[in-house]
């Protein structure tokens, strides 16, 4: 398996694989921002939407692949606020269900961390649906739980559920937080 960043013209040319791996992570009842049943044309609408944020430097886009089949994404999206140029939310880790448990998830978030470093990104955040499986992929690569809100976002099925955030310093930032702790 191989992870690489798309920039957005890769990203347009996936965008119809990325919206069946969307669709089968809604179809799988995770929470990623949409109701189920997703129709395929609006989830290749909103990958293709994302074309534009990738061209500017809003968002990257990673894709995890097993041979030729594209079965993974991650991205960070970076906050286009002057003061806030040090941090980028983690957002859209998804693994085909075919594919889990197979190290892919891990391989696509310690894909983004790394990046994220190289880019001087000292600050991650992410929040993910409270007790989902991907917490315990978070919490055992070193983030901090920070808290739960209630009733945050309606799940696939369309029952309000409660989502945890979660925050992880990085690079410079973990260097001096170790010194500080330690
Ligand atoms: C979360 C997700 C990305 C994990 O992908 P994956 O490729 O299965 O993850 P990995 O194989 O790298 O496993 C990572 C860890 O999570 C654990 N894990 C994976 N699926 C699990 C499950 N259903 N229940 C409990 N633990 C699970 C693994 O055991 C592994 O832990 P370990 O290394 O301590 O054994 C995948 O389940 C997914 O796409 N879920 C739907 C989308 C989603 O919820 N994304 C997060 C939104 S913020």
Redesign the pocket.
């Known amino acids: 398996m191989t992870v690489v960043a798309l920039d957005a013209g890769q990203v347009l040319d996936r965008a119809g694989e990325l919206a069946e791996l969307l669709v089968d992570?809604v179809d799988?009842g995770?929470?990623?921002g949409f109701l189920a049943p997703l129709d395929r044309a609006e989830a290749l609408a909103w990958w293709q939407g994302r074309v534009a944020g990738v061209a500017a430097g809003e968002l990257a886009v990673w894709a995890a692949y097993e041979g030729a089949r594209l079965v993974?994404t991650v991205s960070l999206a970076f906050p286009d606020k002057p003061n806030s140029r040090h941090r980028a939310e983690?957002?859209?880790?998804?693994?085909?269900?075919e594919?889990?448990?197979?190290?892919?998830?891990?391989?696509?978030?310690d894909t983004a961390e790394r990046a994220a470093v190289a880019a001087g990104v000292t600050l991650l955040h992410?929040?993910?649906?409270t007790d989902?499986?991907?917490e315990?992929?978070y919490r055992?690569a070193g983030w901090t739980r920070l808290g739960a809100i209630p009733d945050y976002a309606a799940s696939p099925a369309g029952v309000l559920r409660p989502t945890t955030i979660y925050y992880k310093q990085v690079g410079v930032a973990a260097v001096v937080g170790g010194l500080a702790g330690g």
């Open positions: 992570t799988g995770a929470s990623v993974g983690l957002v859209k880790l998804m693994v085909h269900r594919a889990r448990g197979r190290g892919l998830g891990r391989l696509l978030l992410l929040d993910t649906e989902s499986p991907a315990h992929l055992t």
